[in-house]
């Protein structure tokens, strides 16, 4: 379970909370959490401890099921009573049928469902003493970096993926409520902004960029009004799963001008038009290569990050091999890479032409060996400069602080080991000097 105990109140009734998934889940327990804070219950660090335990899920990839499926037995084991929520309480039935004994099921995002779920089974104890919450909410991650939801659900049916069905169609937040949630995270001390949504680019589609206020302007409920607002922060912000689309590139000089992290998490998946065409994403890797190309002239000092999808079904050798030259050709500076795994409920199972599962294998490795010289080259070309990093942890008896580069996001990315003269803490920025790189990581010197 994950250590709660710094926000463990006095009294009350005595809430377990296993968070799993990915940051957008992360998000939905910090806000259940705070609920559950707000109506006096206590957050406890362990299954014994508690009166009952709440498991947040994932349902992504089959794993992501098996892991969330052990966590409901060992919740269950471990304490016996068991409110389930997240992506895969929306396969509610799977759920039942493995675990009968567990006390409600709800879905993603599902906040009321939960809060009243815990009612029937925990009714709350009033205390006004416990409904003083931090303005910001409690939040999982650090003090100094907080993730900033700005929407639900995805317009998009990628046919590998199965989050529209679970998670519905697009919902935005409104702009002003996001950049004023924004505004008091760093007043709280957040010093790293995480902008996540499903499909961040889409951003206030829903709404037909509907204007709201903030700081006594009128800002729309669109992505570049978005980054302006939060390049007002003053703090790094940082932007996740954000598709090319054409109005993107209308935020890369914000990130020449130092107001966003010259940083893009684009989630490219494939290279090969076919490919990309059976898995229903729009793009061209033709157009994202001259489009690559011209965020670099802008921003010569862009961090791009993506990820892909090995052995999806109909891939052929040739295809692949358009997917190494995209990534020869990009010199992405990050890549995560997976092997396709069927989803229950996704369109692409239907597919024909599934791959071996050695031949998946075979290409997964061959793609990580390629992108390891790319990405070891990208931070070589590191060594020697000054860059600006934020501290994330301190290991005094190794008097090592462990920072990230604004090129380096929380838990995904590589990290900096800062070696030399503290005393270090965690959120604060630092001047160093890179001393030394591998394929993943750097070295550093504080200046
Ligand atoms: S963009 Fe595609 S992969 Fe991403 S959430 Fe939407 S449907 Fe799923």
């Given at each position: 379970m994950k250590d709660l105990s710094n926000q463990?109140?006095?009294?009350g009734p005595r809430v377990g909370f296993v968070s799993l998934g990915c940051p957008k889940a992360l998000v939905d327990s910090e806000r259940i959490m705070t609920r559950l804070r707000a109506e006096g219950y206590r957050l406890v660090p362990r299954y014994d401890q508690a009166d009952l335990v709440v498991v947040n899920t994932c349902g992504f990839i089959e794993e992501a099921v098996a892991e969330s499926l052990e966590a409901i037995g060992e919740a269950l084991d471990e304490n016996g009573k068991v409110i389930v929520t997240g992506?895969?309480?929306?396969?509610a039935e799977t759920i039942r049928q493995r675990?009968?004994?567990?006390?409600e099921v709800s879905g993603a995002h599902d906040y009321e469902g939960v809060m009243e779920a815990v009612h029937r089974h925990l009714p709350p104890a009033h205390d006004?003493?416990?409904?003083?919450?931090?303005?910001e909410g409690i939040k999982?991650?650090?003090?100094?970096y907080a993730y900033l939801k700005i929407s639900e659900g995805?317009?998009?049916?990628?046919?590998?993926?199965?989050i529209p069905s679970m998670r519905g169609k697009l919902v935005s937040r409104p702009v002003g409520e996001v950049l004023a949630e924004a505004e008091r995270l760093v007043v709280a001390g957040v010093r790293e902004l995480l902008v996540i949504a499903q499909?961040?680019?889409?951003?206030?589609v829903d709404l037909g960029y509907r204007d709201s206020g903030w700081r006594g302007r009128r800002w729309r409920t669109h992505l570049t009004d978005l980054a302006t607002g939060l390049g007002e922060l003053g703090v790094w912000v940082r932007m996740h799963y954000?598709?090319?689309?054409?109005?993107?590139?209308?935020i890369i000089p914000l990130m020449a001008e130092g107001?966003?992290?010259?940083y893009l998490d684009i989630?490219?998946?494939?290279?090969s038009g076919r490919i990309l065409k059976q898995m229903k994403r729009p793009a061209d890797s033709e157009d994202t290569l001259e489009r690559i190309r011209r965020w670099r002239e802008i921003c010569p000092d862009i961090t791009l990050r993506s990820t892909f999808i090995v052995g999806?079904?109909?891939?052929t050798e040739a295809d692949f091999e358009q997917l190494l030259d995209f990534l020869r050709e990009a010199r992405l500076d990050r890549v995560g890479a997976f092997k396709y795994s069927p989803v229950e409920g996704?369109?692409?199972?239907?597919?024909?032409?599934h791959v071996a599962e050695a031949e998946k294998e075979e290409r997964l490795a061959r793609l990580m060996e390629l992108q390891a010289d790319i990405s070891a080259a990208r931070l070589r070309e590191k060594v020697g400069r000054v860059e600006k990093v934020l501290i994330d942890h301190v290991e005094p008896e190794a008097g090592v602080a462990i920072a990230r580069t604004r090129g380096d996001a929380p838990e995904i990315d590589g990290v900096v080991q800062v070696e030399g003269a503290g005393p270090f803490r965690p959120g604060q920025f630092l001047q160093v000097r890179v001393t030394g790189a591998d394929e993943h990581d750097l070295w550093a010197r504080p200046l």
């Open positions: 463990v109140a006095a009294s992506c895969l309480g929306e396969r675990f009968p004994q567990v006390l006004p003493f416990l409904d003083l919450l931090p303005a999982l991650t650090p003090r100094h995805c317009n998009h049916r990628c046919t590998f993926c199965i499909d961040t680019s889409a951003y206030g954000v598709y090319p689309y054409p109005h993107v590139d209308d107001k966003l992290l010259p989630p490219l998946q494939h290279a999806f079904p109909g891939e996704a369109e692409a199972n239907a597919l024909a032409g």
